[in-house]
C-alpha cells in the first residue's frame, strides 16, 4: 500500500511538473518578445531560477537534516545532467528546419563558468566546503545577477512565431508554483523508492534527487524546442547551472558547512568538464543531430554507472 502511495505522488508530480515547465516556457518567450529581452537571458535569469528552486528545496532541507553529501550530491548530479542530459534531449527533439549559429549572451555562461570554478577550487584548496565559501558563493551570485539583468545583448530574436500569454504575472508565477511542487514529489517519492535499498546519500543525491530536481530542466527543454528555441534552452542550463551553485551551494554550506565522508574529486572535475562543453557547444552550428544527442546521452549514462 505504502508503494502504490509512492508511486502516486510520482505519477502527480510528473503531471505538475510537465504542465508547469510546458506553460513556463510559453510565459518566457512572451517575456522576451514583449519586453525586447534576449531569449537567453529570460531562459538564464527567468527559467533558470524556476527550474533551479526545486534543487534549492531539496537541498536546503537536506542540510537542515544535517546531510550535507545529499545537497552537494544534488548540486553536481543537477549540473551534469542539465549539460549532458537536457543538451542531449535538444539536439534529440529541435525542428529539422534549425541551423543557424546562436548568438547569444555571453554573460550567463561566463558567469556559469567563473561560479562553477569558485565551488570547485575553494574545495579542493580547503578540503572542505567551509562557511567562508559559502558566503563567497553568495555574493557572486549577487554580482552575476545584476550583470544579467543590467547588460542588454545586441543579437536579435528570430521569433518565428509571437506566443500570446494573457495574465502573463498570474500564469507565470503559477507555473514556477506547479513545477516546483510537482517536482518536490518527485524527489520525495524517489527518495523513499530509494531509501528502501538503503543506497548512500550521496549517490542518492548524485543520481535520484539530483535527476528528479532536473526534470524541470529536462521537459522545459523539450517545450522549448517544441517551440524551436534553442536560445531558451542554453540559457537556462547556463542560468540553472549557475543558479545551482551561486545560490543551492552557497546556502547549504552557509547552513551546514563540513567536509564530506566521500571522495568526490572525480565528481567535480566531470562536472567542470560538463560545463566547460556545453559553453562550447553553444558557439557552434546548432541543428538537429541524433548523434550528438546519443553520444551525450550515453556519456550522462557512463557517469551515472561509474557511481556504483
Not at 528552486?53 to 553529501?69: F, I, Y
Not at 517519492?189 to 543506497?199: C, F, H, P
Amino acid at each position: 500500500m505504502q508503494v502504490l502511495l509512492v508511486i502516486l505522488g510520482l505519477a502527480i508530480g510528473l503531471i505538475l511538473l510537465v504542465r508547469g515547465a510546458d506553460e513556463m516556457v510559453k510565459c518566457a518567450i512572451h517575456i522576451a518578445q514583449k519586453y525586447k529581452i534576449p531569449q537567453s537571458i529570460v531562459g538564464a535569469v527567468y527559467i533558470g531560477f524556476g527550474t533551479s528552486a526545486p534543487e534549492w528545496v531539496a537541498s536546503t532541507t537536506a542540510v537542515l537534516q544535517g546531510d550535507l553529501p545529499l545537497a552537494i550530491g544534488n548540486i553536481i548530479g543537477s549540473n551534469i545532467a542539465n549539460s549532458l542530459l537536457v543538451l542531449s534531449i535538444l539536439f534529440l527533439l529541435i525542428g529539422q528546419g534549425i541551423n543557424k549559429n546562436l548568438n547569444l549572451n555571453l554573460v550567463s555562461s561566463n558567469w556559469m563558468l567563473i561560479v562553477t570554478g569558485i565551488f570547485i577550487a575553494g574545495y579542493l584548496i580547503l578540503n572542505n566546503f567551509s562557511r567562508l565559501l559559502g558566503v563567497i558563493l553568495l555574493a557572486t551570485m549577487f554580482f552575476a545577477i545584476r550583470s544579467m539583468t543590467a547588460r542588454g545583448d545586441s543579437s536579435k530574436d528570430s521569433s518565428i512565431e509571437q506566443v500570446k500569454v494573457k495574465n502573463l504575472a498570474l500564469r507565470s508565477a503559477l507555473s514556477i508554483a506547479a513545477t516546483i511542487y510537482g517536482s518536490k514529489l518527485v524527489v520525495d517519492s524517489a527518495i523513499d523508492l530509494a531509501t528502501i535499498y538503503n543506497i548512500s546519500s550521496l549517490v542518492i543525491g548524485v543520481v535520484v534527487v539530483a535527476f528528479g530536481t532536473s526534470l524541470p530542466e529536462i521537459v522545459s527543454t523539450i517545450s522549448a524546442a517544441k517551440f524551436d528555441k534553442p536560445e531558451i534552452v542554453f540559457g537556462n542550463i547556463f542560468g540553472s547551472n549557475l543558479f545551482n551553485i551561486g545560490l543551492v551551494g552557497g546556502t547549504s554550506i552557509l547552513i551546514a558547512p563540513g567536509k564530506l565522508n566521500s571522495e568526490i574529486t572525480i565528481q567535480l572535475l566531470a562536472m567542470a568538464g560538463a560545463s566547460v562543453f556545453v559553453v562550447y557547444i553553444s558557439r557552434k552550428e546548432i541543428k538537429k543531430s541524433y548523434a550528438i544527442g546519443l553520444i551525450l546521452f550515453l556519456l550522462y549514462l557512463i557517469f551515472i554507472l561509474s557511481l556504483f
